[in-house]
């Protein structure tokens, strides 16, 4: 039975669903959803691109950071948890970075958590022995590391809500197609605009990622000490919920191609939402994780000397090389990393200024 119909029958068996709920099933159901159907999602033959896709230096410098943070964290044994490993490009970047530390590597320990299991057999025949599959976190609570996940809260699935004489939000029903109907607000999302002080005028349409707000939880209860490094796109709570954003962020993607109709190729297109960075920072102040820094991918990037490493490796590449690695460091610097920012939280840790946080805004 294909996904759409089991989310028809679900629909006639115990009447509409939210939207959250259908979002869950569409990029999440086993075997059938997009993220775990198997198939490849990223580059040029998949559906979009990610940063580690486009270039090794992306991990590099995520490496180069995360050296520093070990410096900071006193030196001692560090745990790098990644959340969405996706292909492992970004882990294997790290890890060969961090191989020239051999104080660091000796006793690193690398863990992926991923929701497809059929990656986790893909991964393993590429990636090295430093890495450990594991389903949650709290399987290793207690660590001292590092946290990192890039391009992962944005595929949270999230609740709809349209602002009506009260705060409704979006169920998805089926007649004949797939229709949107509207239901009082549960007191959970009125509460999470209430704690950020957010108004919505009549007729705003928006999302609420209520999950994220469990997942910097578990972090937080995990880690002893050290960093959360959150890599994706989104804004701080006022510019996401600004006038001009009326109709939410909503986007799908297959093949490339930008759309805003979840309701098509179901299981076949990615469905995501930008990321509230105010929202993960205040629940991570209120469960012990202080603020680091916030900037864009682009400033971090620069902040990290990009610009000098290509300049050390320049010499070192063949010429047909060279002009295949700028443009990816142009489309890396220009067309990607203004849209993706890069939030820093730490724990336990004595922190005078990180390097890639040097041109860091508030939250």
């Not at 259908?22 to 990029?27: D, G, K, V």
């Not at 040029?44 to 991990?59: C, E, I, M």
Request: a negative charge.
């Amino acid at each position: 039975m294909e996904l759409e119909e089991i989310i028809i029958q679900k629909i006639k068996n115990i009447g509409a669903i939210s939207f959250h709920d259908f979002m869950e099933m569409a990029l999440y159901y086993p075997g059938k959803g997009y993220y775990t159907s198997g198939k490849s999602r990223i580059g040029k033959s998949g559906d979009y691109y990610t940063s580690p896709a486009l270039t090794s230096l992306f991990g590099q410098m995520i490496g180069s950071q995360v050296e520093e943070m070990f410096f900071m964290m006193g030196s001692e044994p560090i745990s790098i948890v990644e959340y969405g490993a996706g292909s492992g490009a970004l882990c294997l970047d790290i890890l060969i970075y961090l191989q020239r530390n051999e104080l660091l590597f000796q006793h690193l320990k690398y863990y992926i958590i991923e929701k497809n299991d059929l990656k986790h057999r893909e991964e393993k025949n590429a990636l090295y022995e430093k890495v450990e599959f594991i389903d949650n976190i709290s399987e290793i609570t207690g660590f001292t590391g590092c946290v990192l996940s890039n391009e992962l809260v944005d595929n949270f699935p999230v609740n709809v809500v349209v602002m009506k004489d009260e705060l409704m939000e979006v169920f998805v029903d089926y007649k004949d197609s797939f229709v949107e109907v509207l239901l009082p607000a549960k007191e959970e999302l009125k509460d999470y605009l209430k704690w950020q002080n957010i108004e919505l005028p009549n007729d705003y349409r928006t999302e609420i990622n209520l999950e994220s707000k469990e997942w910097i939880r578990q972090i937080a209860l995990s880690l002893r000490k050290g960093f959360v490094i959150t890599i994706d796109y989104g804004f701080p709570g006022e510019e996401l919920y600004s006038s001009k954003r009326n109709t939410g962020s909503m986007v799908c993607y297959h093949n490339h191609t930008v759309t805003d109709m979840p309701y098509h190729n179901i299981g076949g297109q990615d469905i995501t939402t930008h990321v509230n960075f105010s929202a993960i920072n205040l629940w991570g102040k209120e469960l012990g994780l202080d603020f680091t820094g916030f900037c864009n991918q682009n400033l971090f990037l620069r902040a990290m000397g990009l610009a000098n490493h290509l300049r050390k490796i320049e010499h070192e590449m063949l010429a047909q090389n060279k002009e295949a690695v700028f443009l990816q460091v142009n489309k890396l610097l220009m067309e990607m990393s203004n849209q993706f920012k890069i939030l820093i939280q730490h724990k336990g840790v004595k922190v005078n200024g990180l390097r890639g946080m040097q041109f860091s805004q508030s939250l």
